[in-house]
């Protein structure tokens, strides 16, 4: 009897949720994929401790040398010692300044970046749109990641080998046949090739970040390869082209071995005899901030602590500076937007 009162009974099936209520899949895996560090082995704590740790130090060692460059700098810096060139003297308020110092920055750092961002972007335009041959682009990358592992003293040795060659005399001094090698243009060559990696890995950042049927739409409308690459890549990769010339100026004015071979480390610009403006002080010898903070500090041969200092805190706000600009160029790049793949 029973048994068949059940029979008679209609089956209700539970009402099935529509698709847009449907728990998607894989939702039960995300809400239980966030968790905590008190989950975590005693292992794993500890390594996010030390990492913690490690960062919180960094920082506090570049705020230190910041904040400590920053006091000494301001309290030492007189403004006319940027236009006043260094001179002899008994004590540090009769040596003069450090325009010399000053302008030789400017300048190394103008040439060096003329020579390198061209380059720069001439060799990630052929790695990222041609790479033919194959064998050629290979050793071209390995010997960009080659030059960025090289020490300067070892770029600085080797430019005193080209610039002294006679064929090159016309850069820098040379008396009775014999060419010194050191000038303006020998420094400047050979810093851009400390920008040189900068700039091309930034650049091949930025074009391998445009989507393919970018290229491919401008190939449809009939535009060719390499205007292309002309009229549509590189403007797009204006962020990252300004991104990795800033870099590179920060390596440039920021080196000193190359500046003390192949520059004189003079502290005043010597320039050549006989020759017209502006050749004479680029074929002369000269020197840079980096070179007078060095010359300059305790340990230095003109051991002025004071002028040291002012110096620094002129070369640190150029460097402040070049991040900044770099920082604001990304902001900038965000707020215009990135391609959609």
Request: hydrophobic content about 50%.
């Amino acid at each position: 009897m029973t048994d068949s009162r059940m029979q008679d009974m209609p089956l209700t099936v539970p009402p099935v949720p529509p698709p847009d209520q449907a728990d998607p899949p894989g939702a039960h895996q995300r809400k239980g994929a966030v968790e905590g560090s008190a989950t975590w082995s005693l292992s794993d704590r500890i390594g996010l401790a030390i990492c913690w740790a490690l960062g919180l130090l960094f920082c506090a060692i570049a705020v230190a040398i910041v904040v400590y460059l920053m006091i000494q700098g301001i309290k030492f810096l007189r403004p006319e010692m940027l236009w006043t060139p260094a001179a002899a003297g008994f004590s540090e308020t009769e040596t003069g300044g450090f325009s010399d110092a000053f302008i030789g920055t400017m300048i190394v750092a103008a040439i060096g970046i003329a020579l390198a961002l061209p380059t720069g972007i001439a060799i990630a335009v052929w790695l990222v749109e041609y790479g033919r041959p194959a064998t050629l682009a290979r050793i071209t990358e390995s010997t960009i990641e080659a030059i960025a592992g090289i020490p300067s003293i070892v770029l600085a040795l080797f430019g005193t080998v080209i610039f002294s060659n006679t064929a090159l005399g016309f850069l820098s001094r040379s008396s009775e046949g014999v060419v010194f090698g050191r000038s303006f243009f020998a420094a400047g060559a050979m810093l851009s090739l400390v920008a040189l990696p900068l700039i091309v890995a930034s650049v091949r950042e930025g074009l391998n970040s445009i989507p393919r049927h970018v290229r491919e739409a401008s190939y449809a409308v009939g535009k060719t390869k390499a205007a292309t690459t002309r009229r549509i890549l590189l403007p797009t990769c204006r962020p990252q082209v300004a991104t990795g010339a800033m870099l590179g100026l920060g390596r440039i004015i920021g080196d000193t071995a190359i500046i003390v071979v192949l520059l004189g480390a003079t502290q005043n610009f010597a320039p050549v005899e006989g020759v017209g403006f502006p050749l004479d002080y680029l074929r002369g010898a000269g020197t840079t901030l980096t070179n007078f903070v060095y010359e300059a500090s305790p340990t230095g041969n003109l051991n002025q602590p004071q002028k040291a200092y002012a110096a620094a805190f002129v070369l640190l706000l150029m460097v402040l500076a070049l991040n900044a600009a770099v920082d604001i160029v990304h902001r900038r790049a965000r707020k215009v937007g990135t391609w959609s793949h």
